[in-house]
């Protein structure tokens, strides 16, 4: 019997099974180094990026890394100011999704939820419900939007002013190859506040655009909307 296991795995592996081993290490090396998506589980990149988004990772948008490692092979561009990132958590080694703030040689302070970066203070606008943008954006009850400028282009961040969080921090300096990010949801978001900075080393990629994104507060409808929508 032993033998004939033996028999039919030298067959598989003669004939689909090594063809099917090299199909996998393609695929995951692909998936590892190149491109990837990533589910959105938390509102803590809301109102950008929704729970149930699935974001599309650009993993070629900063360098090259050896497949399953975060080990660097060439580098070519550098995250900037207002960018949507990946990248692994100082914390607990997570997977997260935030926006790039602060960049290395930064100084970056915080007084009521208002950014200061390098001595001047972000401008802030209103943002009056509904919102139109894409994707298309949406506040929920008792939140407070804003269109934060952050570097050449603006987005929407959302506060909640009956929550308890951190919105004020002293000016700090941003060390060589560290980056500062914040999740959207200011008032919602576990982010370099917490955890402090995130060494370049950790960033997976840039989040693009929302691929697919299914309602989980609702059976798992699609938001058929938010389908192949940029990130912005």
């Known amino acids: 019997m032993k033998n ?6 030298r067959l598989f592996w003669k004939g689909w099974g090594c063809s099917i081993f090299v199909a996998l290490i393609i695929a995951t090396s692909f998936k590892s180094a190149i491109a990837d998506w990533n589910i959105v589980p938390t509102g803590s990149m809301k109102p950008t990026i929704l729970e149930g988004d699935r974001i599309f990772i650009n993993k070629l948008a900063y360098d090259l890394k050896v497949p399953y490692t975060t080990w660097h092979l060439v580098e070519w561009n550098a995250p900037q100011r207002g960018d949507i990132v990946v990248f692994y958590s100082p914390a607990d080694g997570k997977r997260l999704v935030k ?3 602060g960049m290395p040689g930064d100084t970056i302070a915080m007084h009521n939820n208002s950014l200061v970066i390098n001595g001047e203070k972000l401008d802030y606008e209103p943002i009056i419900a509904p919102l139109s943008a ?12 804003f269109y934060e400028q952050l570097g050449p282009a603006r987005h929407a961040v959302m506060i909640s002013p009956q929550q308890l969080a951190m919105r004020s921090f002293p000016e700090v300096i941003i060390p060589s190859d560290q980056y500062f990010m914040m999740g959207d949801n200011r008032d919602n978001s576990a982010d370099s506040r917490y955890f402090g900075f995130v060494d370049r ?3 997976v990629g840039k989040a693009t655009s929302v691929v697919i994104s299914l309602d989980i507060n609702n059976h798992y409808l699609p938001r058929w909307k938010r389908f192949f929508t940029e990130l912005l």
């Open 4 to 9: 004939n296991w033996k028999t039919y795995f």
């Open 201 to 203: 080393s950790e960033i």
């Open 134 to 145: 894409t994707p298309p954006l949406r506040l929920e009850r008792n939140r407070l939007g």
């Open 99 to 101: 926006r790039v703030v």
